[in-house]
């Protein structure tokens, strides 16, 4: 098969003069195969072709994983030099100390704004968040993950009745409140919605409000929102995913960050 | 006025859940469950009872858009 492929030299005038032409520029069919020559069976030449096939076909498929890999890493570097001074907040936890984003570089956070007079949206949140945490906890090669609870509701809960309620949760679930402007300030750099509803005879009202767990990754970045729909074990695979794509660029130098 | 605490989120959640369970199998005829209602606006706070009540209305409606489908309501200029 191989000697019919070879280039063979044109000894004939494109148009041969009348009458026959001579012996030798009988038109050869080049790619006739010789009689007795010996071809690939077919099963033989379907597997050429189908290595063939794979090979640019995994090609393709790493030119297009390196394209993507590329692309996630652009977007996090974009949103690393958003993130500097967005997303911040100026608030206190429950010993009173104060708190700022700063104060959690180097930790995965998970973020919820809620009130303790909520009647069912916030205890179930704060569940679910709290059932996260602890599936995250079991992967022993998890970065420290920080849960936050910051009030939309700060005159009445202060730091003595946010710990109250946040016994009943994860016990590292940190409760954040400050000013009625730090925590406007703190709901509007997170762009959660808050509103506080009318007050009845007892005084009593409650707070409408964005249902939001934000995630934030350990350079301050703002990552991820899990809302109602999301049930712990999808908050746990998403943040997992994350963190995953977060090894593949590298962090800023918090030393301007401090 | 502290908020509720786990225990008693609970036992108005649990409150709530009874009277619902009343008025799915009266038909949500009221009068037939007052009993409920009454131990309902007990356990809870008279801001909850409000968010349940809006709440209920809003699964209802939900659950009719669900079977029923959505029917613009009838407007007094119509052409």
């Known amino acids: 098969m191989l000697r019919s492929l070879r280039p063979i030299p044109q000894l004939c005038p494109r148009l041969c003069p009348p009458g026959p032409c001579p012996a030798r520029c009988q038109p050869r069919r080049r790619l006739a195969v010789p009689p007795g ?34 692309q996630r890493s652009r977007r996090l570097q974009q949103l690393r030099r958003l993130a500097l001074g967005q997303g ?57 993950l920080q849960p936050l609870f910051v009030t939309v509701d700060p005159e009445r809960d202060d730091a003595a009745a946010l710990e109250r309620y946040l016994r009943d949760f994860h016990p590292r679930l940190l409760g954040l409140t400050g000013t009625p402007e730090q925590v406007r300030a703190a709901a509007s750099a997170f762009r959660v ?6 007050r009845d005879a007892d005084g009593d009202y409650v707070v409408d409000h964005s249902v939001l767990t934000f995630l934030v990754d350990p350079d301050g970045v703002f990552r ?8 712990a074990e999808e908050v746990a695979r998403r943040l997992s995913h994350s963190r995953n794509g977060h090894l593949i660029a590298p962090s800023v130098p918090r030393n301007g960050l401090g | 006025m502290a908020a509720p605490t786990k225990a008693e989120r609970k036992a108005c959640w649990g409150a709530r859940d009874e009277f619902w369970q009343c008025l799915d199998s009266h038909g949500d005829d009221a009068a037939k469950c007052e009993k409920l209602r009454r131990a309902f606006e007990s356990r809870c ?14 699964l209802k409606y939900k659950k009719k858009l669900e079977t029923e489908g959505y029917s613009p309501p009838e407007a007094a200029g119509k052409a």
């Open chain 2, 45 to 58: 706070p008279q801001q909850w009872v409000k968010h349940f009540d809006k709440r209920r209305d809003f």
């Open chain 1, 37 to 70: 020559a010996p071809r690939l069976p077919l099963w033989q030449r379907l597997c050429v072709a189908g290595a063939v096939a794979g090979a640019a076909a995994a090609g393709w498929l790493y030119v297009r994983h390196e394209k993507e890999r590329q």
């Open chain 1, 193 to 198: 919605y808050v509103s506080a509803g009318p």
């Open chain 1, 224 to 231: 991820d929102c899990y809302g109602r729909s999301r049930t």
């Open chain 1, 88 to 144: 911040d907040f100026q608030l206190r936890d429950t010993a009173g100390a104060a708190r700022s984003k700063a104060d959690f570089l180097g930790r995965w956070v998970l973020l919820y704004f809620g009130f303790t007079h909520c009647p069912d949206v916030c205890p179930e949140e704060l569940e679910k968040l709290s059932r996260a945490v602890e599936l995250l906890e079991r992967d022993p090669a998890l970065p420290p």
